[in-house]
């Protein structure tokens, strides 16, 4: 296994729309070790293919206690979120050391491949429900900042470049 490195915002990368996965084979089975070895290093609880600049859609998340529920989720469609929603704080991987609130669906229903290729629909809600539309919305070009202010975003921003440079 390998640890993969983690595109920062704003890289233009993960921006990018992911393509499905054509098919679940050894290579896409190591993504998801090396994808799963990554979250954990970084202790996180999610992770999208298109974060460590794979434009595939794959997710890996563990919202376990003790990070051993590890979840993938394969060409993930969202089938059905509730109307209502709630506001919670999100933070990510690739944005490391920034949160704020996000208003998500509450609930949701998610159709997805598993590691063997097979189909499996999931419902969820609380954390789980919220971390899949975050991951979903990766596979989408869409980093959680995105849904702040202007404003928000311009700070973000401006704060990520300059830690990229006292790297």
Known sequence: M????????????????????????????????????????????GLAATQVNVHQRVIVIDVSETRSQL???INPELIETSEQTRLSEEGC????????????????????????????????????????QHEVDHLKGKVFVDYLSALKQMRIKTKMKKRAHAR
């Open 2 to 45: 390998a640890l993969l490195n983690i595109l920062r915002y704003p890289d233009p990368r993960l921006y990018t729309v992911a393509q499905p996965v054509a098919e679940v084979d050894t290579r896409i089975r190591q993504l998801i070790r090396d994808m799963a070895e990554t979250m954990h290093a970084a202790s996180g609880i």
């Open 93 to 132: 991987l690739s944005v490391p050391g920034i949160y704020d609130t996000v208003e998500r669906s509450e609930r949701v229903r998610l159709r997805a491949l598993n590691e063997e290729g097979k189909t499996f629909e999931i419902s969820a809600d609380g954390l789980l429900a919220v971390c899949i």
């Open 71 to 73: 979840q993938v989720f």
